[in-house]
């Protein structure tokens, strides 16, 4: 059964609600405030460019992704997810680039719960939730847009 994570920030007048098991997450203001720009308490979600290697190398790629792209390492991956999870990050995004065709996708991919549980999982961020951003192309033809 899925668990519901509910986090209130009092001094900033919202919560979150975010479900770990599908990335379902939720910002809500308290009633008469607005919807804060960014978090004091650090980042809820962060979006990390894993490569910027693409072999497409689409004329309007908006990340200026190629073939001559290079690839972050895995150990400065886990050193800002480790700091993210000391801020309470609850969701982790992989991009590129594309992020596929990093030769080691597999392995940043058990980092975010591999962090967790090397910190003690005294952490607010015990609900890490991986996400993967890639061209649609290589999911296959299985995939239906709707
Ligand atoms: S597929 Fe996406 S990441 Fe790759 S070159 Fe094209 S726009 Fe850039």
Same mark, same amino acid.
Do not use: K
């Given at each position: 059964?899925?668990?519901?994570?509910?986090?209130?920030?009092?001094?900033?007048?919202?919560?979150?609600?975010?479900? &770990?098991?599908?990335?379902?997450?939720?910002?809500?203001?308290?009633?008469?405030?607005?919807?804060?720009?960014?978090?004091?308490?650090? &980042?809820?979600?962060? %979006?990390?460019?894993?490569?910027?290697?693409?072999?497409?190398?689409?004329?309007?790629?908006?990340?200026?992704?190629?073939? *001559?792209?290079?690839?972050?390492?895995?150990?400065?991956?886990?050193?800002?997810?480790?700091?993210?999870?000391?801020?309470?990050?609850?969701?982790?995004?992989?991009?590129?680039?594309?992020?596929?065709?990093?030769?080691?996708?597999?392995?940043?991919?058990?980092?975010?719960? %591999?962090?967790?549980?090397?910190?003690?999982?005294?952490?607010? *961020?015990?609900?890490?939730?991986?996400?993967?951003?890639? &061209?649609?192309?290589?999911?296959?033809? *299985?995939?239906?847009?709707?």
């Amino acid at each position: 059964m899925a668990t519901l994570r509910c986090q209130h920030y009092p001094d900033e007048h919202y919560l979150t609600l975010f479900n &770990p098991e599908t990335g379902f997450f939720v910002r809500a203001e308290e009633h008469g405030y607005g919807e804060p720009f960014c978090s004091a308490q650090g &980042p809820e979600m962060i %979006d990390i460019s894993i490569t910027n290697w693409c072999s497409r190398e689409c004329q309007v790629c908006y990340r200026g992704a190629s073939r *001559s792209g290079v690839h972050m390492s895995l150990r400065d991956y886990e050193t800002v997810v480790r700091q993210a999870a000391r801020l309470g990050t609850m969701q982790v995004a992989l991009g590129g680039g594309n992020p596929n065709e990093h030769p080691r996708t597999i392995s940043f991919l058990y980092v975010p719960y %591999d962090v967790w549980a090397a910190l003690g999982g005294h952490y607010r *961020s015990a609900f890490y939730s991986p996400c993967i951003s890639t &061209p649609y192309l290589e999911l296959g033809d *299985s995939l239906e847009i709707v």
